[in-house]
């Protein structure tokens, strides 16, 4: 069964979104409407690509997880055909939820109200007291599967789902984002991560787009981060040195970055961006990608690091984790974390699941203070006067590379530009049909 | 993990001298008196909150898994008056009831208690759960040697914890 999208009209679809998203700034109420939320979830979340989950939360035939899109509930599971499916979490007959558990291995998921029963696939297997209807079972089954997305697709291991209509190539909407996952992967001289060692789960009383905003923001970090520096270890740049060589991007389709590689090249340490470790802390590692990419490309990767990108609409790759958030209303947000572990690179992985915990999640020394701004913001926004929330810093220092719209002020309101460009764009094209 | 079933003490029977250290532990942490609180730390420390009840910190995600070294470090953050998150401090108040032993053996004891914590800042917030102590006893006394937050709702999204659960 495919999804519909609610093509009713909304009362945000009147909004001109053209005069509220402008150049250098862009209207409070897009953070606080809960019309223009509504909209939001039918033009950007249920009608393009999102992150949904990652391969190595399946790898087995059977294996499911539950998550959320737009509200949505919803099983990602796969077949035994090993194909991953991202289906409705709701029994085709009176509406209850199939699925009870957050992951698991099933082959079939047995409704809990009247007992029908579904193959992992999304097929309508039994009927309980078949005899009751007009249709035959085999007429049923064949109108009564479970709804699923009407494209899913995977990159890097990372999956993407759109639940209606069609959002175009998975790849062209990944567009530069793409060289961040590739970045990610080539991390791991096994050519691939795993996100096993599960999630930590924030709630946020904040809208998605602040939440979005501060992952790819050089601003903050000297005043929202101050007490880890000052009472706990510096950054692991200069925030404060203007010959910091640490670009902003805009990446174009909402993607965005913050860029380290330059600085880092510049520096010409390895593990910068992992506390400086020395090589002979994971002799394996090195050992694995000296063997796959030689001595010479094996230092500048370990020099270069893994991303720091944000991938519209929910997806961030926060350099050694990777991070989605999920939308529930206007107000909240949840913020989900896991520490990446590198296949091949096993003696990294209790290390950096210490340090996920050491500066993510709701207890992190970083991101705890993160979601402070993020809750004060909102209610901030609540305030009727300025009507305007500025995002004109650094256009004079902005200049076209081949990955994108780049600043070398890390301070530049680049990123920010960027995901709202994307989000004019969406938001505007159903709002004229 | 400590088998929760394994019920070793009643509660009557706990001695007192191990509920007053957890009751004046969780008084320290209440009042965000974050040196004394520190300070009650065996050098071997670890303070941590699964997100899951049964789950392995080696190979499993935590909300909070800190080695002595870390407990310092979050405390350090605190003092420097810049911790946004607590700034405002949370004002709290916290229960402990259900006390039992489950294990004495080798100067240390494995002690157990339910917990409900009223946290308010902005907003009040309920936190409840299960509080599994170490303790070791040392020639000064008692010390801390692990604390573990079993939360009910450590499976789903918790709101930011800052303060010292
Ligand atoms: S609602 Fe699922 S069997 Fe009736
Ligand atoms: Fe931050």
Known sequence: MTIRLEQDRLAADAVDYEELIQRDRVHGSLYTDADIFQKEMRDIYESQWVFVAHESEIPEAGDYVRRRIGGQPLIVARGKDLKVRVMLNRCTHRGNMLCQSDAGNATLFRCSFHGWTFSNDGRLQGVSFRGGYEQSLGELRSELGLAEAAQVGTYGGFIFANLTGDAGDLEDYLGNAKDAIDRLVRMSPAGGIDLSAGWMKHDNNANWKVVNEVQVDGYHPLFVHESLYKAIKPAKVDYSSDELRVAVRDLGGGHSEVDYTAEYQAQDREFIWFSGIPRSRVPNYIEAMEALHGPEKTHDILVEGPPHTFIWPNLFLAEMQVMYIEPLSVEQTIQYTAPIKLLGAEEMSARIIRQTEGAMGPAGFLIADDAEMGERNQVGLHAQEPEWVLFARGFDTEKIEPRGITSYDRTSETSQRGMWQHYRTLMTETSND | ?165
């Open chain 2, 1 to 165: 993990m400590t088998d929760i079933q394994a019920i070793a003490t009643p509660t009557g029977s706990v001695p007192a001298e191990l509920v007053d250290f957890v009751v004046h532990e969780a008084r320290l942490a209440d009042e965000n008196r974050y040196a004394e609180w520190e300070s009650l730390w065996a050098d071997d420390g670890i303070y941590w909150i699964p997100t899951g009840d049964h789950k392995d910190p080696q190979t499993q995600v935590s909300f909070v898994f800190d080695n002595r070294h870390r407990i310092g470090s979050r405390i350090a953050q605190l003092l420097s008056g810049r911790r946004h998150s607590q700034t405002p401090p949370s004002k709290m108040r916290r229960q402990l009831t259900n006390f039992e032993v489950l294990s004495d053996e080798g100067g240390e004891v494995e002690l157990a208690a339910n917990f409900s914590l009223f946290e308010h800042r902005y907003t009040t917030t309920v936190w409840a759960g299960r509080y599994l102590y170490r303790l070791r006893h040392t020639a000064d006394g008692l010390s801390l040697v692990k604390k573990t937050v079993l939360l009910i709702n450590n499976e789903s999204a918790i709101k930011t914890i800052a303060f010292i659960l």
